[in-house]
T-cell receptor, first 117, second 115 residues
Framework: EPEVTQTPSHQVTQMGQEVILRCVPI?????FYWYRQILGQKVEFLVS????????KSEIFDDQFSVERPDGSNFTLKIRSTKLEDSAMYFC???????????????FGPGTRLTVL | AQTVTQSQPEMSVQEAETVTLSCTYD???????LFWYKQPPSRQMILVIR??????QNATENRFSVNFQKAAKSFSLKISDSQLGDAAMYFC????????????FGGGTRLMVKP
């Protein structure tokens, strides 16, 4: 069964460093998302991406964050200068185009645990 | 803005018994979807069940069913014949009907299953 994959599973970085989190969405999906979950808290939406541009973003997604689909398969989240409070689990998700039977469902990857020291 | 509230931070159920997890939401939209996601200790988000707001019939998936009360904006999850593997965090989530919209999650309910 197709699945969303994310690398790395765990990333440790120093405060102020740049990190890139990588995701490979399911191949025929066209909508892509990043969510984060600070330990012990709810899952929060960061950004959605469609047709090579951001379609929606939250207040969390400030100028320190950017997303990119550099090729036909990867979807990346970059944090330019990490802060301690960026420590969280980051989930990538993808969705089929509208009109497919499961078009409402977002499929989540296993997450990348980011630890900022 | 839409909000999703799960009023039970923790619930406990005896193996083989039935448990109901509560969720309420607030929206002014008429077209939307509701979901329950399971998050085991691995922290993977797994879709358990979904409900389209335009459907009056409650969704069911094997041992999992929902009680969708649209007027009351309530969306509870019932787990029948609870198994040890059901122990996890459960998140209720809302999504507007338009394509590409984000999920809004509740705060989660930790379900413990006692053998």
């Amino acid at each position: 069964e197709p699945e969303v994959t994310q690398t790395p599973s765990h990333q440790v970085t120093q405060m102020g460093q740049e990190v890139i989190l990588r995701c490979v969405p399911i191949s025929n999906h066209l909508y892509f998302y990043w969510y984060r979950q600070i330990l012990g808290q709810k899952v929060e939406f960061l950004v959605s991406f469609y047709n090579n541009e951001i379609s929606e973003k939250s207040e969390i997604f400030d100028d320190q964050f950017s997303v990119e689909r550099p090729d036909g398969s990867n979807f990346t989240l970059k944090i330019r200068s990490t802060k301690l409070e960026d420590s969280a689990m980051y989930f990538c998700a993808s969705r089929e185009p509208a009109g497919f039977a499961t078009e409402a469902e977002q499929f989540f990857g296993p997450g990348t645990r980011l630890t900022v020291l | 803005a839409q909000t999703v509230t799960q009023s039970q931070p923790e619930m406990s159920v005896q193996e083989a018994e039935t448990v109901t997890l509560s969720c309420t939401y607030d929206t002014s939209e008429s077209d939307y979807y509701l979901f329950w996601y399971k998050q085991p200790p691995s922290r993977q988000m797994i879709l358990v069940i979904r409900q389209e707001a335009y459907k009056q019939q409650n969704a069911t998936e094997n041992r999992f069913s929902v009680n969708f009360q649209k007027a009351a904006k309530s969306f509870s999850l019932k787990i029948s014949d609870s198994q040890l593997g059901d122990a996890a965090m459960y998140f209720c989530a809302y999504r507007r009907g338009n394509a590409g919209n984000m999920l809004t999650f509740g705060g989660g309910t930790r379900l413990m299953v006692k053998p």
